[in-house]
């Protein structure tokens, strides 16, 4: 329809051009104007429709051709089932929101964004969030933001504080719902990014994962802004929030205390790299590794920037911990591992290669592969038994040469250490 219209316009112009009388221009201009302003709406048309095939054509009008080509090289096995995962994102500030683009760029199912404050002009210096946006709820200025990159996203904001009673139930119940992909086992989402700059959000949201038994990934930025990590949780499996805690809480030192009156870290250059672009990165590819199934799935990583240095380790769960819905979730894991074992054994067996096939069809030569015993009397032994009459090796077999010399003289004794000493004294008295 683009190019149809494409065309009236350009055949209004040769009429415009063609007319004697200039009189009757304007007529003809406002013709014009009314198909380049329904061009304009098509394009627009065409931009929000939503796709309803992911394919891997490479055309301009294509929004996913680069994100297939994953699948292309091999290193996805089918890139197409991102559109089948939902994402919650608790804290759409400096990681958060960026990592929200991301994955709304890669054409993620689902998701649920989670955060309680508003956007301020001081938030400018970030990422993201645009001036005219001040005032929005994070959430809803996200979702704005978000749905006009990619139509395709399901997106649902959540302004509120999982800190507090009602926040937190909502949080639950929103977590538990499975409108979006009724098939689900357990909860409505397959993985939920902790994005958040305090204690007290952290162990909610470790709480809500450990009563829900869902994976969730952390992530977190020093206060010096100079180091950051992410961390992969799987309750029961890995060490949940509380079962490691920070040292600074480990120390009975209070978390409050550390922030500096007046200095917010989140904008301190240095925060600008590891907050907004290291750390959002390093999350995103380690959740699209663990949705789409390729490469390692890091259990930790650190980033210092100072020494250059990643980091990189395992937690087991505390026997100890002081969550007791973590010590449930470490039971259930337990008494699975024969299941485990069990459904792992018939992976590697049903993976395993069976017989081993012919690799060439074609044997223009004949060529076969016999047993050493069969050689033993045939008519391709060397043996000179097998000799035609008359004929005989000019060379000794490879056999004989492997045969070690049978030695006639027998070997010289050797001298005993007293003889040798006394031959040695004689030497030295001459
Ligand atoms: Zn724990």
Request: aromatic share 6%.
């Amino acid at each position: 329809m683009e190019g149809e219209l494409k065309e009236l316009l350009s055949d209004i112009k040769t009429l415009k051009n063609s007319l004697p009388d200039r009189s009757q221009y304007a007529l003809i201009e406002n013709g014009q104007g009314s198909v380049q302003k329904s061009g304009g709406f098509v394009k627009n048309f065409i931009v929000k429709c939503s796709i309803q095939d992911m394919n891997a054509e490479v055309v301009d009008s294509n929004p996913y051709s680069r994100l297939m080509a994953l699948q292309k090289m091999g290193i996805v096995d089918n890139y197409e089932r991102i559109r089948e995962f939902s994402v919650a994102i608790v804290g759409i500030g400096g990681v958060g929101s960026v990592a929200t683009e991301v994955l709304t760029r890669c054409g993620i199912g689902h998701l649920l964004l989670y955060d309680y404050d508003t956007v301020e002009l001081a938030n400018m210096n970030r990422l993201f969030f645009r001036p005219k946006q001040a005032g929005l709820t994070k959430t809803d200025a996200a979702v704005q933001t978000l749905s006009d990159i990619n139509p395709d996203v399901v997106l649902e904001s959540y302004t509120l504080n999982i800190t507090t009673v009602r926040g937190f139930e909502t949080f639950m119940s929103s977590l538990r719902n499975k409108s979006f992909c009724s098939s689900k086992d357990g909860c409505g989402v397959d993985l939920v990014l902790s994005c958040v700059d305090n204690y007290e959000a952290r162990m909610v949201v470790n709480q809500a994962c450990n009563e829900l038994n869902q994976t969730w990934m952390e992530s977190g930025v020093s206060e010096n802004a100079v180091s950051g990590h992410i961390q992969l949780l799987i309750p029961g499996k890995t060490a949940c929030f509380a079962c490691a805690p920070p040292l600074v809480v480990a120390s009975g030192i209070d978390a409050h205390t550390l922030k500096r009156e007046g200095v917010c870290a989140a904008s301190l250059p240095t925060t600008m790299t590891t907050r907004w672009e290291l750390l959002p990165g390093l999350l995103v590819q380690n959740t699209l590794k663990y949705l789409l199934k390729f490469g390692h799935v890091t259990p930790y990583l650190g980033y210092n920037a100072l020494k250059d240095y990643f980091p990189t380790m395992e937690m087991k769960p505390n026997p100890q911990c002081s969550n007791s819905a973590c010590l449930e979730r470490q039971k259930e894991y337990a008494l699975a591992k024969p299941a485990r074992d069990a459904a792992a054994k018939a992976k590697m067996e049903a993976e395993a290669p069976s017989e081993t096939k012919c690799l060439h069809e074609d044997n223009e030569w004949n060529i076969s592969v016999v047993d050493d015993t069969d050689l033993q009397g045939s008519d391709v032994g060397i043996s000179s038994g097998s000799l035609p009459e008359g004929i005989i090796h000019e060379l000794p077999s490879a056999d004989e040469f492997q045969k070690p010399p049978v030695s006639e003289e027998p070997a010289t004794p050797v001298d005993d250490l007293e003889d040798l000493k006394r031959q040695l004294e004689a030497l030295n008295a001459g």
